[in-house]
């Protein structure tokens, strides 16, 4: 067995850069292999599960992986025992609602779950192995006290979540992945995959095809962008994610894929594509003025470097006009990795061997001590070709290593702004247990850059960081001095809420605009920037179009600038020249572009010292504002000294995002002079009530660390009353049911697609082959409107089931009324007798952000006789067993509805086989075994028995009074919850507003109720710790089916 090597690769999606994805990679790709260090060989292996007791251990995953953690992770001064345990804790709670641990004095941490709760020690836990132990011990406790709760892969899944909570405080990139994660990452590593060459995104609720590769499979096939993807070798596209169509496109190279697609309005065709290596261009090379080579470097892949050198060797051109010194040679190279999210790391050194000369490249320090690679001498770019490399927040890893070297062995300059911050080296360590190949991604090593520069979290600094002025459609509101636009777009800002941020780094995100390192520049609207680009291209011949993006335009005239000069000292003085010059041509832009409306920024903040600002702020108009109501906050600025202040500008700061980082520009403000402006303000219409502060401050050009002026104004939000939602479903079979069933949304037939009709034999099950309606009926219990509620329907079930529609838009719905729709699904002419076709239905509120989910799957049944209608009045027998039930279908699989009363008469309308039908309202009949009624004389009851609730019902949460503001650090938290049939339990979690905040698990009580009123009520109590500000509360409750409702409070600390 081997372990990939994952030297470049960022490691997951919260921290890769998040494009739409694309089926288009080059599927040969794969990281450097290299053999795992220690016990390789199936001998050794097995030893090691001698060793480990990985036979008998009730969770050997998690054995394993402490000791693969503790003998090769890359910095075991990190190891913290007791804090993994903790965190592994943390991570059990919230990934099970019944598990919930409190840490007590005595060193001891008491576990509950469910009813059950024992305590274990924290101490004597000398390393990774031991706490795992330890873990392990809790695990069995849990498994044992959930007993039958744990279905089908739970246990597995409590499993990773220990491990990955044990894991949490060591770094992001270390984690267990599953099996299906596993797998999704070995698609892109493994070279024996291969592709069709589509470019894909989610459109339409479908699959759309927005580029197709030249010469690729998909393309000789007949594919075009724009093709709407119906299906994908018989599985509906339907609410299908971008990425799991891409895995279903991939596979195994001369293998086939078929593919349904919708071209235009009219046309529907079936297409067959055989998969093939995918090979993508990562590298293009263009000429720009003035001799300035432009190197775009997409990815890392394996040929990167190959295709480096052909593209700078064309740039360059002929020997014997560099010779010469024609004209035509090269003068300036600038490499564009911007959104580059990095790749092999062999293939980065590879570029860097063709521009640098000598030193050392990259540095890697792990376990076993410091290595390095050092420059070959390979380069083919002669030291007075001045060389750029143009990065951006999204450059990662590879395109770090690149531009880090370039910076610091003396060969190039970086302009752009500084990196994501992706400094580590993760091994991939594949592993079979439960008959599934799970495998560890552990660091085993971080990287540095030439010069023992980190790149880790800090990320690779620019010589120029290049800051673009946007404007926007809101009268004075520009983008322009916020950095934390490009600061959650990295690697510290998104990883800053993990246990393990502790490790990071200590950075100065304002740096960038201290000194004269950096550029701020118009991205103008209305095209100023292009004009500029045309005039500036003075060679005839020569592509301009690239000098229209100004961070290009910017890296050509930095490359042109600094070409011919190889002393470092004089690069920067040259440089500092340029940027003078550069300064002084996008201030002007940007004067011109805010006196367009109305914005006098003419000056230089601070010619006249600091500004003696005053500033206030208030709303106005009463409070409470309601949520979802635009409210104004008057700004009043006063000069109060002697000088004009100039570039005067308000930025705001809030932890709701809606009120955070909004830029006014004011511009000169006379001595004396008061201005005042009024932002029109909006939070989300689906928050609940809360309170708030918002400061506005006051500069007067670049930001200081103290504003010029500050106001704060505390504002209060009124929540709208809250819509409470639930629902039925039912399968409609019977074409004659079907006119009084809910109605599908409009659909237009495409040629040659036969109409969508129900067909089925109407006992409310499925059979291959028929197609059926999936009916809803949806009903608000809340106080509050339902401002636009929505049903979403996706199918887990492959193509055993095609959705006809994901998606039905069901309207507003007043406290208190209901309303239906319907969702057409095709059962497969081949779909599998007795395994079912698994859905996960959602019924939203929009405008609230209510919503209740649910899983279920309908089983395939086989051949059965078909509805026959008979009418007849029935009545329960006398078993003296437990209650007769009504079923939804004819089938004991399906969910029962009902248990109607010993006394009730109901009306069938039919049977099918074994089952009697009863009418249960418009499109819709209820099923009872035919053993368990008996006919009754005379009529049926004119109403159908009463229904204590819809079959997908929330549990109701009622809170007592809670103050929305406190002076104290404590506050009583008190309710209940309320279902028809059980509450499960009650779970209560808090979380200080802002970025960068965990979620902490504080509450936990399981009902033992199984029956009677006790079960249907749940009462709860808690005292909560708060700090200073604002705080968010989450009260969850469980049904006896695991359908939850999140209720969401508001406190502010004073």
């Known amino acids: 067995m081997t372990a990939a090597l994952l030297l470049a690769l960022p490691s997951c999606s919260s921290c890769a850069r998040q494009d739409a994805p694309t089926e288009v990679e080059d599927s040969k790709q794969a990281p450097e292999q290299t053999p795992l260090r220690g016990l390789v060989t199936p001998e050794e292996e097995a030893a090691l599960d001698e060793a480990l007791s990985l036979n008998t251990r009730p969770f050997p995953l998690l054995a394993w992986t402490a000791y693969r953690v503790e003998r090769e992770y890359f910095a075991a001064e990190r190891f913290a025992p007791r804090d993994q345990l903790l965190a592994a804790l943390t991570g059990l709670g919230l990934h099970r609602p019944e598990f919930f641990a409190k840490e007590l004095p005595g060193d001891r941490v008491e576990v509950t779950v469910g009813s059950d709760a024992r305590e274990f020690s924290l101490a004597g836990l000398d390393g990774v192995q031991a706490a795992a132990a330890r873990l ?59 592709g069709v060459g589509l470019e894909i995104v989610a459109d339409a609720r479908r699959i759309r095809v927005v580029g197709v590769l030249p010469g ?61 290596i995918i090979k993508v261009e990562s590298v293009t090379g263009e000429r720009m003025p003035d001799g300035i080579g432009y190197l775009k470097i997409s990815t890392f892949q394996q040929n990167t470097g190959e295709q480096a050198r052909a593209a700078i060797e064309k740039l360059l051109g002929p020997a014997e006009s560099q010779a010469k010194g024609a004209g035509a040679a090269l003068r300036g190279l600038v490499i564009d990795m911007r959104g580059n999210s990095g790749g092999l790391l062999a293939q980065a050194i590879e570029v860097l061997d063709l521009l640098v000369p000598a030193g050392e490249l990259v540095i890697v320090r792990s376990a076993e001590g410091r290595e390095s690679e050092s420059a070959q001498p390979e380069v083919i770019v002669p030291a007075e070709v001045s060389v750029v490399a143009l990065i951006d927040e999204s450059s990662a890893s590879a395109s770090e290593i690149v531009a880090g070297s370039l910076k610091h062995t003396g060969r190039g300059l970086v302009v752009g702004r500084s990196s994501f911050g992706k400094g580590t080296v993760q091994l991939l360590v594949p592993r079979v247990l439960y008959d599934q190949e799970q495998a560890l991604k552990l660091t085993v090593a971080e990287y540095f850059v030439a010069g023992e520069r980190p790149v880790q979290t800090t990320g690779v600094e620019t010589d120029l960081a290049l800051l673009p002025v946007q404007m926007t459609p809101l009268a004075g509101i520009v983008n322009f001095y916020d950095l934390e636009r490009f600061e959650r777009r990295r690697e510290r800002a998104q990883v800053a809420h993990l246990p393990s941020a502790k490790h990071a780094r200590e950075f100065d995100v304002r740096a960038a605009t201290r000194g004269d390192r950096y550029l701020r520049y118009f991205l103008d609207p209305d095209g100023v920037a292009a004009e500029r680009a045309r005039a500036s291209a003075v060679v005839e011949g020569e592509r301009m179009g690239l000098l229209e993006d100004p961070e290009i335009r910017v890296a050509h005239a930095v490359a042109d600038a600094v070409a011919g000069i190889t002393g470092a000292k004089e690069r920067d003085a040259k440089l500092k020249q340029l940027r003078a010059r550069l300064v002084g041509e996008e201030d002007a832009a940007i004067i011109k572009g805010l006196e367009r409306v109305g914005i006098d920024w003419r000056g230089a903040a601070g010619a006249h010292g600091d500004p003696e600002l005053a500033l206030t702020a208030e709303v106005v108009g009463e409070l409470p504002v309601v949520a979802g109501t635009p409210f104004v906050l008057r700004l009043s600025l006063t000069n109060r000294g002697d000088a004009p202040a100039e570039r005067v500008h308000l930025s705001t700061h809030c932890l709701q995002d809606e009120l955070d980082g909004i830029e006014l520009m004011l511009g000169r403000v006379e001595p004396g002079q008061s201005v005042t402006r009024e932002l029109r303000l909006q939070v989300m219409s689906w928050h609940t009530s809360f309170v708030d502060t918002l400061t506005v401050e006051a500069h007067g050009g670049e930001p200081d660390e103290e504003p010029d002026a500050t106001a704060r104004v505390r504002f209060e939000i009124s929540g709208l009353p809250r819509p409470h939602l639930s629902f039925d479903y039912w399968i409609v079979d019977d074409p004659t049911l079907a006119a009084g069933a809910p109605s599908r949304p409009p659909q237009r037939s495409l040629p040659g697609e036969t109409p969508f009709a129900v067909a089925g034999n109407g006992d409310g099950a499925l059979q291959p082959g028929e197609r059926v309606l ?70 939203a509120d929009i405008r609230a952000r209510e919503s209740v989910r649910h899983e279920f799957g309908l089983r395939v049944v086989g051949e059965r006789p078909a509805f026959a209608p008979a009418p007849q009045v029935y009545k329960l027998k006398e078993t003296g067993e437990d209650a007769v039930r009504l079923y939804n279908a004819a089938d004991s699989s399906a969910p029962v509805v009902l248990e109607p009363g010993a006394e009730a008469r109901l009306q069938s309308v039919g049977g099918a086989g074994r089952w009697l039908a009863f009418d249960a309202g418009p499109g819709r009949r209820w099923w009872a075994p035919s053993s368990l009624v008996e006919p009754a004389k005379g009529r049926a009851d004119k109403r159908a028995p009463p229904r204590a609730a819809l079959m997908v019902s929330p549990p109701i949460i009622e809170i007592s009074a809670l103050p929305s503001v406190v002076e104290g650090a404590e506050v009583e938290l008190r309710g209940v919850a309320k279902h028809p049939r059980r509450v ?43 700090e200073p500000g604002s705080h968010v509360i989450y009260v969850t409750a469980r049904d006896g089916d695991d359908v939850e409702v999140t209720r969401e409070l508001r406190v502010f600390r004073e």
């Open 136 to 194: 392990e011990e809790i695990l069995v406790f849990t498994k044992d006290s959930l007993g039958s709760e744990l279905r089908d892969d739970d246990e597995r899944e409590l499993e990773y979540a220990a491990i990955n909570g044990l894991l949490a405080p060591l770094d992001p990139h270390t984690i267990l992945l599953d099996p299906k994660e596993h797998s999704d990452l070995g698609v892109k590593t493994r070279g024996q995959f291969g």
């Open 216 to 276: 690729g499979p998909a393309e000789k096939a007949g594919l075009k962008p724009g093709d709407l993807l119906l299906a994908i070798d018989g599985q509906s596209t339907v609410n299908m994610k971008a990425p799991d169509a891409q895995q279903m496109l991939r596979g195994p190279v001369d293998t086939e894929v078929t593919v349904k697609l919708q071209r235009g309005d009219n046309e529907v065709l079936t297409i067959t594509i055989t998969r093939a």
């Open 774 to 843: 999936l009916a809803v009926r949806v009903r608000n219990n809340g106080p509050g409107e339902v401002g636009d509620a929505r049903a979403l329907l996706r199918n887990h079930s492959g193509a055993q089931a095609l959705l006809e529609e994901g998606f039905v838009a069901l309207g507003s719905l007043a406290p208190g009324a209901e309303t239906r729709g319907a969702f057409g699904i095709s059962v497969n002419e081949r779909a599998v007798v007795d395994r079912d076709v698994d859905l996960e239905l959602t019924v």
């Open 984 to 1026: 499960h339990d009650v779970v209560i979690s808090t979380r200080p507003s802002g970025p960068a905040q965990v979620e902490r698990k504080v509450f936990y009580r399981a009902n033992p109720a199984r029956e009677g009123a006790a079960a249907g009520a749940l009462e709860f109590a808690t005292t909560l710790t708060l």
